[in-house]
Nanobody, 115 residues
């Protein structure tokens, strides 16, 4: 299983970014996918979950109405569209899935929201 995130960067408050996570090594269409984030000095937190069938199952309260998780089965990729970004969204964002009882993580992509 391999998960590779991309799309992070520096953005001003109010801006947008789209994160991507390219998945390989497993049957992508069979498994739910998650985005987590970890800010400096804080615990890693679950941001959003999408089921294997594309149902957006969960958003953290702090991102509801601003972030959208989606998946493209043909591309084996899960996305996180982030709009109206705030400085408190600054964190390393990680893609995650659980396959046959084992959890897998990508290397993370840094998102910095600052003027």
């Amino acid at each position: 299983v391999q998960l590779v995130e991309s799309g992070g960067g520096l953005v001003q408050p109010g801006g947008s970014l789209r994160l991507s996570c390219a998945a390989s090594g497993f049957t992508f269409s069979n498994y739910a996918m998650n985005w987590y984030r970890q800010a400096p000095g804080k615990e890693r937190e679950l941001v959003a979950t999408i089921t294997s069938r594309g149902v957006r199952l969960f958003y953290a309260d702090s991102v509801k109405g601003r972030f959208t998780i989606s998946r493209d089965i043909a591309k084996n990729t899960v996305y996180l569209q982030m709009n109206s970004l705030k400085p408190e969204d600054t964190a390393v964002y990680y893609c995650n899935t659980a396959v046959l009882g084992s959890g897998y993580w990508g290397q993370g992509t840094q998102v910095t929201v600052s003027s």
